[in-house]
């Protein structure tokens, strides 16, 4: 097959007093993991429902597997897979019934078996639901997503809320998902999960696209490889003064200071030396690389889970 996995040109959507989505454009090739980064209320989610058809766009031009929703609803249904930030189900029922029953609902679905292997349930196959962790029903999900063999899948926050361990199960399966061929397009909060999983992603702020490149690029475009951290015992005192000082923009997150910069061995000394005249009663001085965080700072001056 020839051409992108996704393409969209000029997608808008407001809601009263919101422009939720604003001028997004954005092409997906076949075959990456694809992820949208950015904070509540950036218009992640909201664009992501576009794509997957569950709310209608104001304007704009979507394309899945080169097919639109105008004249190919019901085959591009049938080719994505879409698993939502919640996913609400009987009680009672068990993951090898919700696969079956969602399974029927498609001409060409993957067997339960298969897919409780896949994400790690065969243990659970026959539990109800209720009885499931917060981890095994988001697994759960996830296979309910893959149950028509899906070539298209979209994951919105899939680790939300779940602990470390879980967390990297999903990241396998994901990681499996992408071996097998297909595309996937995900939005994350998480900072570690976008570097470790996404070939390219997008980063979002007030409904438009602010940047997009790979990982690695999106850092290497902010030219400041290094952070200068001062650690407080407590609460960080305002940096202004300290800042004016240092002759250097100083960014105050929670119980720290954070210096950007290319030169972490000249920029030490006048730190230091200015520390030590303005009486700053930092504990520790840390020098970390950039992050995508930092990419995100930069370009809309406020953190990634804000």
């Known amino acids: 097959m020839t051409g992108p996995a996704l393409r969209i040109r000029g997608l808008r959507k407001s809601f009263p007093k919101v ?93 339960a078996a298969d897919l409780l292997a896949l994400v790690q349930l065969e243990e659970k196959a026959d539990a109800y639901h209720i009885t499931l962790s917060g981890g095994q029903q988001q697994r759960l999900a996830l296979a309910l997503a893959l149950v028509n063999d899906p070539e298209l899948v979209f994951l919105d926050e899939p680790t939300t809320g779940l602990d470390p361990q879980a967390r990297r199960s999903l990241w396998d399966v994901v990681e499996k998902m992408k071996g097998e061929g297909r595309t996937v397009m995900l939005t994350t909060h998480y900072m570690d999960e976008a570097e470790a999983l996404c070939d390219r992603l997008a980063i979002m702020d007030h409904g438009q696209v602010i940047a997009t490149g790979t990982p690695a690029s999106l850092i290497a475009n902010l030219e400041i490889p290094s952070v200068v951290e001062l650690t407080f015992q407590d609460a960080a005192p305002d940096p202004t003064a300290f800042a004016a000082r240092l002759g250097q923009a100083v960014t105050c997150r929670g119980d720290l200071w954070e210096i950007p910069t290319p030169d972490p061995k000249a920029l030490l000394p006048r730190l230091l030396e200015a520390a030590e005249a303005a009486s700053v009663p930092f504990q520790q001085v840390h020098v970390r690389r950039a992050t995508l965080e930092d990419v995100f700072l930069h370009r809309t001056g406020r953190s990634l889970r804000e």
Do not use: C, M
């Open 19 to 111: 422009l939720a989505v604003d001028g997004v454009e954005l092409e997906v090739a076949r075959g990456e993991v694809f992820g949208l980064l950015g904070p509540n209320g950036a218009g992640k989610t909201t664009t992501l429902e576009i794509i997957e058809g569950i709310t209608p766009a104001d304007s704009g031009e979507i394309e899945l597997l080169g097919l639109n929703w105008h004249q190919h609803a019901a085959e591009i249904r049938s080719r994505i897979g879409v698993q939502l930030q919640s996913t609400s189900l009987f009680n009672k029922i068990t993951p090898r019934e919700a696969l079956e029953l969602y399974g029927s609902y498609y001409p060409k679905s993957r067997s």
